[in-house]
């Protein structure tokens, strides 16, 4: 795994957010069950958005997701995402 460098706090997914216009998050599953993260491209392909789409993060698991910028990602307020970057 490469080594990254945490750039902000780390925020509840709950609602759905951009997490400051980040191109890499850090997600952390703390919940005892898998869960569902949804990344949402709030401007299509075409103009710079993403593919939506969502990923099952297994219990205590932590990936590295990248989108861009203006996708927002969601899932349940266990689940805790961190704007992060290559280091």
Same mark, same amino acid.
């Given at each position: #795994? ?14 759905? =957010? ?5 191109? #890499?998050?850090? $997600?952390?599953? =703390? ?22 789409? /969502? ?10 997701? $990248?989108?861009?910028?203006?996708? /927002? ?5 266990? $689940?805790?995402? =961190? ?5």
């Amino acid at each position: #795994m490469a080594t990254i460098k945490l750039l902000g706090s780390s925020t509840a997914l709950n609602s759905a =957010t951009n997490l400051d216009n980040a191109t #890499m998050v850090r $997600v952390v599953n =703390t919940n005892a069950a898998e869960q569902t993260v949804t990344i949402a491209n709030t401007v299509g392909p075409g103009n710079g958005g993403g593919i939506s789409g /969502t990923v099952v993060i297994e219990a205590g698991q932590t990936e590295i997701i $990248v989108k861009e910028p203006s996708d /927002t990602i969601a899932s349940v307020a266990t $689940v805790l995402g =961190t704007k992060v970057a290559r280091y």
